[in-house]
């Protein structure tokens, strides 16, 4: 199915683990975004690419790292989780900066 | 300190009356303005949005005003319906074109 989607939908990890958060595509958006809710924060930025192989940081990115090979592909990776990153994950796309359409979620949980 | 805020942590209406969402900003460098919709255990839909250029943008039972001068947006939903009832986020981008700031959402519930 077309769309953009998520996986996996939920995870629960221990502190110190690296954890990967996929984000897929199908609709070769140029722009692909991460972010993280948290309660009273609303969204916030981590990363954001514009294409393939380019990627800049948002307002939270330390601690995080992606990447983007292809562009239908923009994994997240915690290299070493804290329980600070505990929160709801979502990836987004877009045409151009305009726009965006976000995935389902991913429910992080570092014990 | 938030760029964007929704001072409003949470709007019950009855259904059919308006539903008057609100959002300030701070920044003046902001050039456009979305607000999305969420429901539980789903992403944000993308609702309606307006250019820094215009003060107002309708699509259907949804309207946006913007007030440069105050730096305040705001989402009428008329008349609102119980499927309205979710959590609505106002965003922000900035005039570089690629960082959005969200607000931190307006929970809705419109009573039948």
């Known amino acids: 199915d077309a769309g953009i989607t998520q996986s996996p939908r939920y995870k629960i990890t221990e502190t110190g683990r690296q954890v990967t958060l996929m984000c897929h595509q199908t609709?070769?958006?140029?722009?692909m975004f991460w972010y993280r809710q948290d309660l009273g924060h609303g969204l916030r930025l981590i990363y954001y690419s514009a294409a393939a192989d380019i990627t800049d940081k948002g307002e939270v990115p330390d601690g995080y790292v992606v990447s983007r090979s292809k562009t239908e592909n923009f994994p997240l990776t915690l290299e070493s989780a804290t329980r600070s990153q505990t929160s709801v994950y979502f990836c987004?796309?877009?045409?151009?900066?305009?726009?965006?359409?976000f995935g389902p979620g991913t429910r992080l949980t570092v014990l | 300190d938030q760029q964007v805020k929704q001072n409003s942590p949470s709007l019950s209406v009855q259904e059919g009356r308006i539903s008057i969402l609100n959002c300030d900003y701070t920044?003046?460098?902001?050039?456009?303005f979305l607000w999305y919709k969420k429901y539980p255990a789903e992403g944000p839909t993308f609702l309606i949005s307006i250019s820094s250029i215009k003060d107002k943008n309708e699509d259907g039972r949804f309207t946006v005003f913007l007030n440069k001068s105050a730096k305040h947006l705001s989402l009428h939903i008329v008349p609102s319906q119980p499927g309205d009832s979710a959590v609505y986020f106002c965003a922000a981008r900035d005039n570089y074109g690629q960082n959005f700031v969200f607000g931190p959402g307006t929970r809705l519930s419109v009573l039948p």
């Open positions: 920044n003046s460098m902001f050039d456009y």
């Open positions: 609709w070769s958006h140029s722009y």
């Open positions: 987004a796309s877009s045409v151009s900066t305009d726009t965006q359409y």
